[in-house]
């Protein structure tokens, strides 16, 4: 099961979110995990990662197909990014060791992931210059201006294509006084909770404010929300269950 945009965000361009399923994780990892920081077995994690190779090359054939196209691209191999919510994009060419939330690429038959459990997942995707990017941004990286350092790689803000992917949506992710007070430009993103003190918070709001503020407006929003859909990881649900670690999702794009 995969979670793609409605559109695709250009015709040579592959995207889409993994779900929880199709993987040989157990436990709260249940079954798809990719993330190797969450206290999975090594092991199953090296193999969902191939598993996930298979179903993007199994992507690139189904797009193949729709577009009368044949051959099969040799894939360069996922970088996998060491995440803190930085706000650090590297490029898939140069990437050093360190941290970083964001990668992006003007190559062809080069894989991009970022990977998430409630946080926002980005693509972007360039008409002109044809460069790629996966961004991984929760409120910390919102808060840290994240996007216009991102946007900031690519030279035509008016030709990208974007896609936030699966993420916890306002419904469900509540905030205190201290955290809301960062986010205090965006008040049509902020909902008071009747609990003194809380707040809900959408989080692809703030994001389409800031694309829009730097020039972005070809923007998809996923309606999935990781939190209410059990098909999902979700870091806070587990939490909320009393539970410390779960599974991590991929979101990967390639330009082919």
Known sequence: MLFLPRIALAKDVVCFTTSVHGGVSKGNYKSFNLGAHVGDNQKRVA???????AILTQQIANRNDANNLTGSPE???????NQTHSTNICDYDSILDGTYDGIETVSKNTPLAVMSADCLPIVIAC?????????????RGLVGNFLAKVIACFEYPEALNVWLGPHISAANF?????????????????MPQKQKGKYLVDLSEIALNQLASLGVMNVQVSPICTYANEDCFSHRRITHLGQLQTGRMATVVVRV
């Open 47 to 53: 193999i969902n990662r191939q598993l996930l190779t």
């Open 75 to 81: 894939l360069k191999p996922i970088n996998w990014l």
């Open 127 to 139: 008409g002109e210059s044809g460069k790629i990017a996966a961004v991984h941004a929760g409120w």
């Open 174 to 190: 509540e905030v205190s006084d201290a955290i809301v007070e960062c986010f205090k430009p965006y008040s049509n993103a902020i």
